[in-house]
């Protein structure tokens, strides 16, 4: 009896979502295929050029995005912004810095100061168990 190994296979979607980019902005081939899990090792360590590209000048998905504008994605929403934004728009609307980013950048270093002492009530407590 032979061990047969099926290759785990992935939804372009997926795959661009794990890689960080936009799935509408890559190639036809690539949103168009599956990418094995052997492939995606392979982009994420020797990216070709148009990943590289892409990665640098965007357009970013709403996560990234979010990141670089220090916001939630929730924020983004509520900021207006729905679409994927390129490196250069990003760097415009922190130029700008609109009352909405003000905003929600302030929020989102609440959130985070609560997660941090959050985290550190958990840790304390964990301590004298």
Not at 83 to 88: F, I, M
């Amino acid at each position: 009896m032979t061990e047969h190994q099926n290759t785990q296979t992935l939804k372009p979607a997926t795959a661009a979502k794990k890689l960080g980019v936009y799935l509408d902005a890559t190639p036809t081939e690539f949103q168009e295929g599956t990418v094995s899990r052997a492939e995606l090792n392979a982009l994420q360590a020797d990216p070709p050029q148009w990943l590289r590209d892409l990665r640098r000048d965007g357009p970013h998905p709403r996560p990234v995005v979010a990141a670089k504008l220090g916001v939630s994605i929730a924020g983004l929403r509520r900021g207006g912004v729905d679409e994927a934004l390129t490196t250069e728009q990003i760097e415009a609307l922190k130029q700008q810095d609109p009352e909405w980013l003000q905003r929600e950048r302030a929020v989102q270093a609440e959130v985070r100061k609560e997660e941090a002492r959050v985290k550190k009530l958990h840790a304390e407590r964990a301590e004298r168990s």
